[in-house]
């Protein structure tokens, strides 16, 4: 897209945005329906090609009307400084899976609830301890902090965010190319959000127990000065944020491919860039380190005592030739996802051509344990995230029994108090999070990793500062 059109499109948002202020969230008009039924009109299917489906119409019914098989799988480890799975990020825990443990609908007479506060929408949702949803809404000029309802999707608290700059749509990125500040956060184990914002700061908010005191500031911290300098009107973003397993610090990465670690307490910054490279997807979580991919390599990366960053491992792959039609960039599609512990694996797609392939790397040494292509030759991208979980074994666990996972240590479990009951009123139909029972016998396949890690200095240039945190009482 040309930079003149990003700039009439941007302007077009702007104004369309100023029609999502009301108050309270409205049904979705029916007439936004309507280009489908008049593109019918204009260009009916031809020969003996199926009519698209109409909301509404008739389904046929391939199973029983009571039919379930729910699938066994051990349950993605807890961090111990975020929200309980699932639901604390974009990609629902810190390892990224992307599995939520829930119910499907049978079909059966369904009710359809749907509200809108017109043009603009949620990239993330997490879900506090009362199980209420906790978002940013982000509309063409800004975004906004909101506690909803589950249940009507009311909004019942809100904080205004910093909003883009007036010169975003000079930019010339397509909305929909957009990744930047506001459209990821996290939810942490104390019910507080950290939220990268259009200013380049991290701000950790507190969700009110009760919806009527609003919003609170917690901390706030300035990363202005460690972002990639960037010529007028372009700007770097701090895009991504999450805690380290220790809860000591937390580590960001902007779009322009800074990566570093904010300590929590002090607010001391570290940082580092590797070379060009640039950063589209959010970063994994787990005990043995980060886990980032950038447009060309995956790393594991650690910190040391000072904070600052070590690459523990990078491994390239195989990028392609472009950014194919339906992606942001070039480069792998989708966010890092982790399975299984220490001996586990990385999953994440590369960009290759004629097909692009699913690869498995091993967490322990960056190795290539094994990949698969995907799609048709010619006709092979992605740019979604893998969903991923770990099977039980189901032959041998008894019924009522909890999968072993040879995953954890330490205590991450969750009190039974801090989740409601079925039925009450901030109850949600995700499953509570369990700990691992060392009692059953069931366990999922290991992946065994042979080789040591390799350990060396984080490449590129570094940086050393202070955030400079303010504070609200």
Same mark, same amino acid.
């Given at each position: 897209m040309s930079g003149r059109a990003c700039v009439l499109l941007g302007a077009a948002l702007l104004v369309a945005s100023c029609a999502a202020e009301d108050g309270e969230p409205?049904?979705?008009?029916?007439?936004?329906?309507?280009?489908?039924?008049?593109?019918?009109?204009?260009?009916?299917?031809?020969? *003996?090609?199926?009519?698209?489906?109409?909301?509404?119409?008739?389904?046929?019914?391939?199973?029983?009307?009571?039919?379930?098989?729910?699938?066994?799988?051990?349950?993605?480890?807890?961090?111990?400084?975020?929200?309980?799975?699932?639901?604390?990020?974009?990609? *629902? *825990?810190?390892?990224?899976?992307?599995?939520?443990?829930?119910?499907?609908?049978?079909?059966?007479?369904?009710?359809?609830?749907?509200?809108?506060?017109?043009?603009?929408?949620?990239g993330t949702v997490t879900?506090?301890?009362?199980?209420?949803?906790?978002?940013?809404?982000?509309?063409?000029?800004?975004?906004?902090?909101?506690?909803?309802?589950?249940?009507?999707?009311?909004?019942?608290?809100?904080?205004?965010?910093?909003?883009?700059?007036?010169?975003?749509?000079?930019?010339?990125?397509?909305?929909?190319?957009?990744?930047?500040?506001?459209?990821?956060?996290?939810?942490?184990?104390?019910?507080?959000?950290?939220?990268?914002?259009?200013?380049?700061?991290?701000?950790?908010?507190?969700?009110?127990?009760?919806?009527?005191?609003?919003?609170?500031?917690?901390?706030?911290? *300035?990363?202005?000065?460690?972002?990639?300098?960037?010529?007028?009107?372009?700007?770097?973003s701090v895009a991504f944020v999450l805690p380290e397993w220790s809860g000591r610090r937390y580590w960001y990465a902007t779009t322009l491919g800074r990566i570093g670690t904010v300590e929590v307490e002090t607010g001391h910054v570290e940082s580092v860039r590797f070379g060009d490279e640039i950063v589209e997807n959010s970063f994994a979580v787990g005990e043995d380190g980060i886990f980032v991919a950038t447009d060309r390599a995956l790393y594991r990366l650690s910190a040391d005592a000072a904070g600052a960053v070590v690459t523990d491992w990078r491994s390239e792959y195989d990028r392609g030739p472009a950014a194919k039609a339906g992606m942001i960039t070039r480069g792998t599609g989708t966010s890092v996802s982790l399975v299984g512990g220490r001996d586990g694996l990385v999953v994440l797609t590369d960009n290759a051509e004629p097909r692009i392939h699913v690869l498995f790397v091993r967490r322990a040494d960056g190795a290539l344990a094994c990949s698969e292509p995907l799609f048709a030759e010619g006709r092979s991208a992605t740019d979604i995230s893998a969903v991923e979980y770990e099977h039980a074994d189901e032959t041998a666990c008894p019924p009522g029994a909890t999968p072993r996972s040879s995953r954890t240590t330490g205590d991450t479990t969750r009190s039974p108090s801090r989740t409601p009951s079925p039925g009450s009123r901030g109850w949600t139909p995700f499953a509570s999070p369990t700990a691992p029972s060392a009692a059953s016998p069931c366990g999922p396949t290991r992946f065994e990793a042979s080789t040591s890690p390799r350990r060396r200095s984080a490449r590129g240039s570094s940086t050393r500062t202070s955030a400079g945190p303010t504070t609200t009482p």
């Open positions: 409205r049904a979705i008009p029916r007439w936004l329906f309507a280009p489908r039924e008049i593109w019918a009109l204009v260009s009916p299917p031809s020969g *003996d090609a199926p009519s698209p489906a109409r909301p509404g119409g008739q389904l046929e019914r391939f199973a029983a009307v009571d039919f379930a098989k729910p699938v066994r799988a051990v349950a993605p480890q807890q961090h111990p400084f975020m929200a309980a799975n699932p639901g604390s990020n974009m990609h *629902d *825990d810190a390892s990224m899976t992307d599995t939520y443990a829930a119910p499907g609908p049978f079909g059966v007479s369904p009710e359809v609830r749907s509200r809108s506060r017109g043009f603009g929408g949620y879900f506090d301890r009362a199980r209420r949803m906790v978002g940013v809404y982000g509309n063409g000029r800004g975004f906004e902090l909101q506690l909803l309802d589950p249940f009507t999707l009311r909004k019942l608290a809100g904080f205004a965010l910093p909003p883009r700059p007036w010169s975003f749509p000079l930019e010339g990125v397509a909305p929909w190319k957009y990744i930047g500040a506001g459209m990821y956060f996290y939810l942490d184990d104390r019910d507080r959000a950290v939220v990268p914002t259009t200013e380049n700061t991290i701000e950790v908010l507190q969700v009110p127990a009760d919806p009527a005191r609003g919003f609170t500031r917690v901390r706030s911290y *300035d990363l202005s000065d460690v972002v990639v300098e960037q010529p007028w009107p372009k700007r770097d």
